[in-house]
């Protein structure tokens, strides 16, 4: 018995340990920047200034379909798969927008990276696009995102921004922001373009 409980002691330390790492490795990786507008108590107005993102369309309807797939065919990408066999830094958040039309799914350049200096995708499902400037509306959640958490998120925060007045326009989005072996300290979002005007 006290084998069994020395193992699993063990097994929980080497578990915390190797998060820290993540974590720690976490904070290393380049974010995407943006300025914060306002803080509401459940949700934040933010501006994005435009990006350069590669980025693939889908038929996938759900989180689940759309996430390993893209996954795997955009980190192909920056993990060489491109004309000169480049490695590019991965970026956080990975974006999603999962809608009934066409999905899509996109890593964010290093700012370093423009789309006209970008090596050429080798998968032609790939592009390189460039974002436009925009205020979103912003909400967070912790955990393993799930379809039910995208839903029950983007109604909660159209709800929020009824209340406030707020318009938004175009599809709700997911952003995330760590990789699937990080159990502690999961950070997701769920954003949408707003017509906000600067008092």
């Known amino acids: 018995m006290k084998m069994i409980i020395k193992i699993i002691a063990l097994s929980i330390l080497i578990t915390l340990v190797l998060q820290s790492f993540t974590i720690m490795a976490k904070n290393k990786t380049e974010e995407q920047k943006y300025s914060l507008v306002r803080k509401y108590n459940d949700f934040e107005i933010r ?86 400037d925009e ?30 007045g707020i318009t938004s326009f175009g599809n709700y989005r997911f952003l995330g922001y760590n990789p699937p072996f990080q159990f502690m300290g999961r950070r997701n979002e769920i954003i949408v373009a707003v017509d906000w005007k600067e008092k």
């Open 135 to 164: 205020y979103v509306a912003v909400i967070r959640f912790g955990g393993y995102a799930s379809d039910k958490d995208l839903k029950f998120y983007s109604e909660k925060l159209q709800n929020l921004l009824k209340e406030n």
């Open 47 to 132: 501006f994005y200034l435009s990006a350069t993102i590669a980025i693939i369309n889908s038929n996938a309807k759900t989180y689940r379909d759309l996430s390993g797939p893209g996954f795997q065919k955009l980190a192909g990408y920056i993990f060489g798969g491109n004309e000169s066999n480049t490695k590019i830094s991965m970026t956080t958040p990975v974006q999603m927008d999962i809608n009934d039309s066409v999905s899509t799914m996109s890593f964010v350049m290093p700012s370093a990276y423009t789309k006209e200096n970008l090596p050429k995708p080798n998968d032609p499902n790939v592009q390189l696009k460039n974002t436009a």
